[in-house]
């Protein structure tokens, strides 16, 4: 059930929002960032953008300084230039840098390993995507200040910064000064974890909001009482840990049951069910087909109720722009954000707009949102919480009221947002739909952050990160070491799904204030949507027969040294050259090579022999990147590499990804 009517996307029309506008990229970009800028250059032309070969101000080509790439957004106007520098370490560390290092570096590994024994590359460019979106979301953002007249006109991020910003909550977490949370150490404690297999071979995942599903799922496959309660309890942490330590009991007992039999007593229980999916199967699906885009931009039909409204300052030939007298230096200053959502994905969509200027007001029901409490505390509030929330305006309405419903209408009538994540069809239901906004505010840019957006296909099992996971490909290229698919138990499409939202509102404040679209603006993002982005490199082959891995996907291997673990990437060959000085040998138990790797035979070096620092010293040298990987999440704000990318009250503190100029 959609929880809008069917819409006019801008898409199909003569405007987008960066219409007249050309990017400029570097027809090569540093080693590390071809991930990056492919995302920046898929989702600018995507919204209208065209090919420039000169930057906006020198008329020279764009092209790699060192370490970094120069992007450019020029526009048809003098002040709406907007340049981008994208790097893959912060500012001042000179050392080789790819998606291998990244992930060892920035915590990525040991989270994503804790479920399955030690830290493990997670299989898929995650940290470049992200870090994509991120650099697109600095380009979007400069351009609507130089349109509402903002001086902003430079933004600078790394994928290093990107990634510490979108890990935040296991950081702050570990770092609570009241009751931090434990993190193991490695070796971690191998436990039975789902996905789970059936008598007939299918791995399949499982999701409940609540006991009862839980309860009644197991009990009526025979698992004992008291081990359905412990597994409920690690069950539901495993969001916020990344690990599920369930009893085996449960596995042994899904085992003995067929698939079908499995779904019928899901279906009567309540429990939702999904088998994991492989990527030739999600070739086949419509979306993907056709390439869809990663949001849905729409422009509604302007309600004669409302009138006509001018919507920006100016457009075309006589473009003005709107001055903000002693505006910060930030380029969504002045602009106003209402928010009703909850868990990761919209208020870190929120999040990202608040570090980017905007003023975030944020309903929560009566007494205030529930996850505010949940330990470990930092402050006033949980920690996790903070990193997502902390700064916001909160008013506590009760929305299921009419007196809570007038008072949403009137909270939205002087903003320029309104985002929920509410399930499909509750925004109709509670009469807050697009339509029914526009009534007190025509202006406002209407964003809805789903689970499945619009996509058809059927009934879907429960909208969380792990089952869009399981259902959309990303688990069958996210496997354990046994080689068999799992999703991550990192939240990787929630993160990234939070960061596709706020990347769709820029744009869709972009198409208002240029003038683009004289109707309302509704914008939509989904999990499923960030899953696309996710894997658009090996999805691309579509109707071409099996896709092989991206060249730039993550390579390399992890190996332990004699006194702790790195992480080695870059190219075999340029590895191979590093050790050329020579090594005590090879083994096949002390390297371990990362899932996106293509399969091989060729066992990953032996390093036991010297300490990190000399083999990285050596790595380093030959121009390949490594980096010690960072088993104790709680030790990365203190790294001096990291250290200047947290602030602390109460835990550390991610800062934004972006500098803007």
Known sequence: MSSAPPLTPLTTGDALPLDGRLVHLPPSPPAGLATATDVVRDHLTRLGARFGPGGPATGTPYAPTGPEALIGLSGPHPGQSAELTLRGWPVGDPTPFDETAAQAACGLMAIHGRATGGPRPLGLDYLGTVAGVAATQALLATALAGLRGVPVHRAHVSVAEAAVFSLGQY???????????????????????????????????????DVGPWRDFWKELGVPAKDIATSWRHFVGRYARAAAPLITTLAQCAARHRYAALCLVAERTGMSICSLRTLADRRADHDVRYDDDPWELRELAQDPLTGDRPLYAGGGDGFVPRALPGAPRLPLAGIRVVESTRRIQGPLATRLLQALGAHIVRIEPPGGDPLRG???????????????????????????????????????????????????????????????????????????????????????????????????????????????????????????????????????????????????????????????????????????????????????????????????????????????????????????????????????????????????????????PAREVVTDIASLPEDPAFSALFTHHGCALPTPPWRFS
């Open 171 to 209: 950081a702050a977490a570990a770092t609570a000064e009241e009751e931090p949370e434990h993190v193991p150490t490695p070796p971690y404690r191998r436990t039975a974890r789902p996905p789970f297999v059936s008598a007939d071979g299918v791995r399949f995942e499982v999701e409940a909001l």
């Open 374 to 624: 949940v330990p470990p505390i930092a402050g006033d509030m949980s920690a996790r919480f903070a990193v997502l929330n902390a700064g916001k305006e909160v008013r506590e309405i009760d929305i299921r009221t009419a007196a809570g419903r007038r008072a949403v209408a009137e909270t939205v009538a002087d903003a320029d947002v309104f985002l929920h994540n509410w399930a499909p069809g509750k925004a109709a239901q509670l009469r807050l739909d697009d339509e029914d906004l526009a009534r007190v505010n025509p202006r406002l840019v209407y964003a809805w952050a789903s689970a499945w957006d619009r996509a058809p296909g059927g009934a879907r099992p429960l909208g969380t990160d792990f089952m869009v996971q399981a259902w959309s490909g990303v688990a069958d290229r996210v496997r354990t070491p046994e080689d068999t698919p799992a999703p991550s138990l990192v939240t990787l499409l929630d993160v990234l799904g939070g960061h596709i939202a706020a990347e769709g509102i820029l744009a869709a404040l972009l198409a208002r204030e240029s003038g683009a679209t004289a109707g309302r603006l509704r914008v939509d993002s989904s999990l499923l949507g960030a899953s696309r982005v996710l894997l658009r490199p090996l999805l691309r082959g579509v109707g071409r027969g099996p896709a092989a891995p991206p060249a730039t996907a993550a390579s390399g291997f992890v190996a332990p040294t004699s006194d702790g673990l790195i992480a080695v990437g870059g190219t075999g060959r340029s590895a191979e050259h590093a050790l050329a000085t020579g090594t005590t040998g090879t083994t096949g138990t002390t390297g371990r090579r990362p899932a996106s790797a293509p399969p091989s035979d060729d066992p990953a070096p032996d390093l036991s022999s010297a300490p990190s620092a000399a083999w990285l010293k050596r790595f380093h040298e030959a121009g390949v």
